[in-house]
């Protein structure tokens, strides 16, 4: 009997009591290989040392400061560290800290807001996203992702939000239309949108560079964001990138819309923000990064940021991530990231690619998701309610390996995928066991859904 209220009533869990590199290991001493960092969280394994011993000493010098009044020195040196690591264009931009991703998302819809309301744009107003996508739980932040299936139970407390579709090639791109082609197309209905809005009107786009859970680790296509940029750029219109999921070194760089540069030059947001891979789970922590002309326009306007939380800028927090992010620097992981992403990858390929299930195989870095159907020439994905996607993680968790599945790819409740976001600290025999364990989990799974059908 447990007084936690578990997102499964239904279902007791197993109590996880350590963790040892990118293992988790149970009361009843079961090892569980960590491919997804429960949801793209654990970056640097579960136990790093100098991850422990940094937290352990900010604990003996300050925990908690207000800031209304005061500041601290790993809160500090941490946004100096990621302010000046941003793509070319952040300038002096400011770190703000938040506690989850959705509190950042928020934060980020607010200051954008803010931000006209300080230029003496107050009718600046309309909010525009992309399906699909997840942007977080909170009402803001979920009246802005477009996932069905999540927004439906909230849809009379949600506020208008209007949506775009995200690239998604597997179903949106059309037979010999080019990649860039279908940038191009896809990027119109942003154009599209804010005309029929009212340029003057619209106060933000909300993307997710590399969409998440909602489409499973899909990449933009090349000349996406270079054109959404320019679009948002000749309407004034604010580009806010959420790389809660996607960010701090997930996809092979520290953010990921430095990917995205292209002739025309760097492509930066006008807010950023970050979670995950930002303290890696070692303490709870988001942030929101504004460019340098977006601070300016409140240092010049009241001068005064309007949100405001409790827990912001923690000394424990901030302390933690700045010590993940040293590591991240000082060890390459970066390089590991693409070196074992690229190993991923071809390990997907290799045992997909002609699999009667598996439509397609997208991500980048150490972020990769296969899509399951039902029928592979129409691409007609299995219904939800047979749950394709779950069974697979329980057979793949039977076999000591955690992965991430997720449903609602092809209209926000149906379509299946499972989404892989292993530590940053991969070796290549534990990202092999990844493509093992999930192909053999794949085939029980499927083999059993073939019978029942
Ligand atoms: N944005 C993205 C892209 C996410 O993937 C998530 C969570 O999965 C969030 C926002 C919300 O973050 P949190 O769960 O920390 O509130």
Redesign the pocket.
Known sequence: MSYVFHRNLATPLPVIVRGEGNELIAEDGRRYLDACGG??VSCLGHDHPAVRAAIKDQVDRLAFVHTARFTNQPAEDLAEFLVTRAPPGTGRGRMMYLG??????EAALKLARQYYLERGEPERQHIIARTP??????LG?LATGGHESRRSPYAPMLMDVHHVRAPYPYRLQEPGESPEAFAQRLAQELEDIIQSLGPERVMAFVV?PVV??SLGSQPPPPGYFARVREICDAHGVLLIA?E???GMGRTGSLYALEQEASAQGAVCADIT?L??GLAAGYQPL?AVLARESVVQAVAEGSGILLNGHTYMAHAITTAAALVVHRVIEADDLLMNVRARGAQLEAGLRDRFMAHPHVGDIRGRGLFFSVELVADLRSKTPFPSRAGVAMAVREAALALGVLTYPAQGCVDGINGDHVLLAPSYTSSTAQIDRIVDVLKAALDQVLASKRHAS
Not at 100 to 105: I, K, P, T
Not at 133 to 138: A, K, L, Q
């Open positions: 949801a793209a989850s991703g959705s509190e950042a998302m996508s997840y942007h977080g739980n909170t932040a997710e998440g859970a959420d809660v999921m996607c923000t979670a995950k988001a």
